[in-house]
Structure formats: structure tokens, C-alpha cells
């Protein structure tokens, strides 16, 4: 079955705490970003439309730390609209093999040789 073998190769890659901690931390990071958004001497427009953004940097603090702290690598990576950058979190063992369905199309290409440094 497809969803356990993928389910197993994910649970085998990523250590238990690094999901745990990003959980338990999950209410506290929208309450500190909604905290941080309407802080700010500006209206609840303003707090609105920054709040995504002050969220999303949280969490990317909050994906480095936890990576850190379990033995993963984390990198800070441009986002391949080229306009933010994101965490990229790497596993601890990486499959060689990635697939993809497009359609009815599976596609498979070897990952071996991409680096992240």
C-alpha cells in the first residue's frame, strides 16, 4: 500500500520530538503573531493584511530551531517565486528516489546528486 510505505519512509526520516515540538508550539505561535500584528500602532486593516506574514515568520524560526535541536539540518532557501525565502528543513535520511504524479503520469527522478550546502 502506497500511503504506508510513504507513511513509514517519512515517520523513519523525521525524528519524533522535531513534530511533537512544532505541534506543542502551534497555539502559541498564531497567539504571539496575532499579539505582534495588533501591537503595532496601525489599524485592524494593517493588522490584518501583516498578520500572515509575521506568522509565517515565526514558524520559520520556530522550523529552525526545532531542526536544529533534533539533529536536522535547516536552510534558509529563496522561494522559487524569488520574492520571500523559506526554511527548508532537511531529513535525516534522504530517499534517493522522489515521485511525482502529473496526471496520469508518474514520473520518477533520482535526487542523489542535488546538494544543499
Known amino acids: 500500500m502506497a500511503g504506508s510505505y510513504l507513511q513509514d519512509r517519512f515517520t523513519k526520516a523525521i525524528p519524533k520530538e522535531f513534530l511533537t515540538r512544532l505541534l506543542e508550539r502551534q497555539q502559541s505561535i498564531y497567539h504571539q503573531s496575532i499579539s505582534a500584528a495588533f501591537a503595532e500602532s496601525w489599524t ?15 514558524w520559520e524560526n520556530e522550523f529552525r530551531k526545532a531542526a536544529n535541536e533534533c539533529g536536522l539540518r535547516a536552510f534558509d532557501t529563496p522561494h522559487a517565486g524569488e520574492n520571500c525565502s523559506c526554511v527548508l528543513v532537511k531529513a535525516l535520511s534522504s530517499p534517493p528516489i522522489t515521485s511525482m504524479v502529473r496526471g496520469n503520469l508518474f514520473v520518477r527522478r533520482n535526487l542523489a546528486s542535488r546538494t544543499l550546502a
Request: aromatic content about 14%; hydrophobic content about 40%.
Open 44 to 58: 485592524n486593516a494593517e493588522a490584518l493584511n501583516t498578520l500572515p506574514y509575521i506568522r509565517r515568520g515565526f
